[in-house]
């Protein structure tokens, strides 16, 4: 009988924990570079993602990106600022953005700063998190990416070309008159 | 037999050599008329010139800027071949002349067996003329052929697999140096 009631408490205290955690708004966030290569003058594709785990709307949700200053790099879509009015429970949001590495080096992606508001309430709690951090990445020179990772199927095919008046003319000549002259064979063993 | 002949000649003490002589010893001379050599230092230097579109559009070595090491470098790989062509002549020549020796004399024959007023004699130098004349044509040809998808081939197999992540530079001159002293190697061979 002791034993019991002792496990009815142990539960009801775990289920008041677990009710406490996810009470309220509450924001996960992530962020990802979505590139497989990060190239020097080439589009990188930065997404970020909130979900709200939490029992509540999560209001006035800002996320704002420090990472990424003009001076390394050109913003070709997107904004380093978003704001939401509301994320639902259990909704996502995703939000985009798109620049160029100006120089290649290693660089290291950090979170980016997540704030929203709890409650509806002008004066509801504000939380303030941040996203996952994708960490360090290389960012390639274009001309050492291209060299290692791009095709050149046309280069390729150029080459092929170019090699005709070396390889192949002087082959069709040597072909040509060793035909010429086996043919002669051929019909004198017939005679 | 060109010791054969040699004696001879010491032996009539500086007499002019026939006709027949004189086309023997072509037969097996080194001897590479001014056309010929002409020949094999463009064909020398188209081939070893080809290789620096692949290093221009794929490993990004700038004309600008690499300039001299590509004149210096199929300036040398172009002698190479060159002196590979020669070599390769030299030896298939006199194996391509005993091949063609029954077609060619076939032909000629054909060709002059309702002329009654040609001798024996005239018709054999004429045979033994055209018989090392197209022994030349295709001895030449083949070599051309044989020589430059050798350095063509190996450059591209030195500097796309074994140096691939070699700097530029050195890619470069390895491959296209490397080739080229393979080729000229290989054709100082005896067989």
Redesign the interface.
């Given at each position: 009988m002791g034993l019991v009631l002792w496990i009815a408490m142990c539960a009801l205290v775990g289920l008041g924990a677990a009710q406490e955690a996810t009470s309220g708004a509450r924001l996960l966030a992530s962020k990802h570079i979505l590139n497989q290569h990060l190239v020097q003058k080439k589009d990188v594709t930065v997404q970020y993602g909130l979900h709200n785990v939490g029992d509540s709307t999560a209001y006035d949700v800002h996320l704002d990106e420090s990472n990424f200053d003009k001076a390394d790099f050109d913003f070709v879509t997107g904004f380093t600022q978003a704001h939401w009015d509301r994320i639902a429970p259990g909704a996502n949001v995703t939000h985009t953005l798109i620049l160029q590495p100006k120089e290649y080096r290693i660089f290291n992606f950090t979170a980016a700063r997540v704030q929203y508001r709890t409650g509806e309430a002008r004066d509801a709690q504000i939380a303030v998190g941040w996203t996952s951090s994708p960490g360090e990445g290389q960012i390639w020179e274009i001309?050492q990416f291209?060299?290692l990772f791009a095709p050149?199927y046309a280069?390729w095919i150029?080459?092929l070309i170019?090699?005709v008046?070396?390889?192949g003319i002087?082959?069709f000549?040597?072909h040509t008159?060793?035909q010429?002259?086996?043919?002669?064979?051929v019909?004198?063993k017939k005679q | 037999m060109v010791f054969v002949l040699a004696g001879k000649m010491s032996k009539k003490g500086g007499s002019k050599l026939t006709q027949e002589e004189e086309l023997l010893l072509q037969d097996f001379s080194r001897h590479v008329s001014v056309r010929s050599s002409a020949l094999f230092y463009g064909?020398g230097g188209?081939?070893a010139l080809?290789p620096i579109?692949?290093f221009w559009?794929?490993?990004?070595m700038d004309l600008s800027v690499y300039w001299l090491a590509y004149i210096l470098v199929s300036a040398a790989s172009a002698w190479l071949i060159a002196f590979a062509y020669k070599n390769t002549k030299f030896g298939l020549k006199h194996r391509i002349a005993q091949k063609?020796e029954?077609?060619?004399a076939?032909?000629i024959n054909k060709q002059l067996q309702d002329d009654k007023k040609v001798t024996k004699k005239e018709k054999d130098e004429r045979i033994l003329w055209k018989k090392n004349e197209?022994a030349d044509?295709?001895a030449t040809?083949?070599s051309?052929?044989y020589n430059?998808?050798l350095y063509?081939f190996g450059t591209v197999v030195l500097s796309f697999v074994i140096l691939r992540t070699a700097n530029?530079l050195m890619n470069y001159g390895l491959s296209s140096l490397g080739s080229a002293g393979l080729v000229a190697l290989l054709s100082t061979g005896t067989k």
């Open positions: 001309n291209n060299r050149h280069d150029t080459f170019m090699c008046p070396t390889v002087p082959y000549l040597w008159s060793k010429r002259f086996e043919i002669s064979r019909a004198t | 064909s188209l081939a080809t579109w692949l559009r794929i490993h990004h063609r029954e077609g060619i076939r032909e197209i044509y295709e040809t083949y051309l052929f430059n998808l063509l530029p």
